[in-house]
């Protein structure tokens, strides 16, 4: 829990949220997560430095190429993230439950 | 514990499914979403945000498109064609956000089964692949979830 703050500022940037979405489907480069972002290689690359430090990526050497890939806690967030987006839709319908009550007020003789 | 009325997951590469029961009729679960006046009250997103212009032609071909805006000045919009409508039972649709730029078309199969309390929704989103799924989801959380970002900033 000690770097908790670390995650919390790696994940407050959106391309670095972008960046751990798309690692969600598989390892990649840097060249391959540069093109999606028409961002430099040295400005991913930093984004990733952030990531790996915050232990939420790790890295291999394979040859001159680095791939990526989410660590454990990088899942953990993954899957915290829906657990927002659930959040987010559960406001709509706790809402839309409140319209359907309000329905059933006012016809309450149908069935 | 609660019964859990809402479910979210992904399923394989290219599905989001998400389900929500509700204490009312197949009837008007599905008028909620299809009649302009009523989608107008709830689908908002985060307190604050409005629904200004609403269209909903509920029928093969008809048009969607809802324009939400944060009265801040910030806004996007949402533009789709109905499909299918089987009344009070399924909708089939096609959607893509706006942001400006458009976004992969998502097809999406919606059904109001009725259950013991009411009514079983069942949403069922198809994107062209897996990366066009995560962008919708991480854009998703992007735009739903400031609120609750804000609060977990103030939690650490």
Known sequence: ?111 | MTITKMTLKTEGDKHVVVTRRFAASPEAVYLAHTEPSIIQKWLLGPDGWTMPVCMSEARPGGKIRYEWADGKGKGFYLTGEYVTLEPFRRIVHVERMHLPGPTPDNHVETTFEPDENGTLMTIRMTLPDAQTRQGMLASGMEHGMEASYVRLEAML
Request: charged residues 30%; glycine residues 4%; contains cysteine.
């Open chain 1, 1 to 111: 829990m000690q770097n908790l703050n670390d995650t919390f500022s790696a994940l407050s940037d959106p391309t670095r949220r972008a960046i751990l979405s798309r690692l969600a489907i598989g390892e990649a480069t840097v060249m391959e997560l540069a093109q999606p972002f028409s961002m430099s290689q040295p400005a991913i690359s930093r984004h990733l430095r952030v990531l790996e430090e915050a232990g939420l990526i790790t890295r291999r050497v394979e040859g001159a190429k680095h791939p990526c890939k989410l660590a454990p806690r990088g899942i953990v967030e993954i899957d915290q993230w829906l657990e927002l987006l659930r959040k987010a839709l559960e406001t709509n319908y706790a809402r839309l439950d409140k319209v359907l009550e309000s329905q059933t007020v006012e016809r309450k003789e149908k069935p």
